[in-house]
């Protein structure tokens, strides 16, 4: 059972920061990616940035490239997103994608809502 879970969300203003985390649990294959993707309300579902877990790779959206970064923790098979700089078109629930063996695992989302 491949687990993914998402936290770090909630509501922050303009121009602040945010750190967002997944947490996978229930594999043992070394070798994996894991992404983060957005979706809006009323909007297509857009992928944000992506890390590999057991070789190096990585890539951030040019929409948030310069404010947001992507990092790992491969001891505990986490994955990270630093939001800085926010601002309200951020706004979205933030989903943790891992793929293991072609294979997509989905997290429930954490909800992101920049607003003052």
């Known amino acids: 059972q491949v687990q993914v879970v998402e936290s770090g969300g909630g509501l922050v203003q303009p121009g602040g920061s945010m750190r967002l985390s997944c947490a996978t649990s229930g594999f043992t294959y070394s070798r994996y990616t894991m992404s983060w993707y957005r979706q809006a309300p009323g909007q297509e579902r857009e992928l944000v940035a992506t890390i590999a877990m057991g070789f190096t790779y990585s890539n951030v959206a040019d929409a948030v490239k310069g404010r947001f970064t992507i990092s790992r923790d491969i001891r505990t098979n986490t994955m990270y997103l630093q939001m800085n700089s926010l601002k309200p078109e951020d706004t979205a629930v933030y989903y943790c994608?891992?793929?293991?063996?072609?294979?997509?695992?989905w997290g429930q989302g954490t909800q992101v809502t920049v607003s003052s």
């Open positions: 994608k891992v793929v293991v063996l072609s294979r997509d695992y």
